[in-house]
């Protein structure tokens, strides 16, 4: 367990429609990132966040949108929903520890949303 | 260009083998991090062993060795005594940036079949 909780774990919707990913980061942790993994791809990453302020920009689409909240949790939405977005999303934080486990991202067990 | 270059899509090993995943990295920073994370068709990321650009000595931990040549910009992970469960998708990832606002850059991934 890396201690990233993320819900739901499975959310299946329909065309046009909005969805929204939560993510909580490991104790202790101040960065949140948010991955996209489409079959059989590698890793996309969308956005991340330090401390509740947006830090870096991936390939995120403009249909997308993420917060990071005071308590440290993070929410992606997804809206106007395509099929091409279904995925598993991950999301993933880092920033405890010492030295380069500090660094290191330990990811949460991912959302996987089917776009029906 | 790509930045983390995992050339083999593919790899069987024989249970009790040991194994070398290859991975390849390009940067201009003088501080940077390598990771190793493997996804089990179950979907989660799991870390596995990291390795700072300033460490001299290779990371291990416990069947999992990273053999870092910094001059050849290579960074392979070494699973000693493969196990079936060792079967998975791994990923080698990179680290550039500074502290708060790191980027993360994920291989395409080395599918690691272990047979009996």
């Known amino acids: 367990d890396s201690g990233v909780t993320q819900t739901p774990k499975h959310l299946i919707t329909a065309t046009g429609q909005r969805v929204t990913l939560r993510c909580s980061p490991r104790?202790?942790?101040?960065?949140v990132y948010w991955y996209q993994q489409s079959l059989d791809q590698g890793l996309q990453f969308l956005i991340q966040?330090?401390?509740?302020?947006?830090?870096a920009k991936g390939n995120i689409l403009e249909r997308f949108s993420a917060q990071q909240f005071p308590d440290l949790h993070s929410e992606l939405n997804l809206s106007s929903l395509e099929l091409g977005d279904s995925a598993l999303y991950f999301c993933?934080?880092?920033?405890?520890?010492?030295?380069?486990?500090?660094?290191?991202?330990?990811f949460g067990p991912g959302t996987r949303l089917l776009v029906l | 260009a790509q930045k983390i270059t995992q050339t083999q899509p593919g790899m069987f090993v024989q249970e009790k083998e040991a194994v070398t995943l290859d991975c390849t990295y390009d940067?201009?920073?003088?501080?940077?991090?390598l990771f190793w994370y493997k996804q089990p068709s179950s979907g989660e990321m799991i870390f596995l062993i990291y390795?700072?650009?300033?460490?001299?000595q290779n990371a291990t931990e416990g069947r999992y060795s990273l053999n870092f040549q910094k001059a050849r910009k290579s960074a392979n992970l070494v699973i000693s005594a493969s196990q079936l469960g060792d079967s998975a998708m791994y990923f080698c990832?990179?680290?550039?940036?500074?502290?708060?606002?790191?980027?993360?850059?994920f291989g395409t991934g080395t599918r690691l079949k272990v047979l009996a």
């Open positions: 940067t201009s920073d003088q501080s940077y991090g």
């Open positions: 990832a990179m680290r550039e940036g500074s502290s708060g606002t790191y980027k993360y850059i």
């Open positions: 993933a934080s880092s920033g405890s520890g010492a030295g380069g486990l500090q660094e290191t991202q330990y």
């Open positions: 966040y330090y401390n509740g302020e947006e830090r």
């Open positions: 390795q700072g650009s300033y460490d001299e």
């Open positions: 104790s202790g942790d101040l960065s």
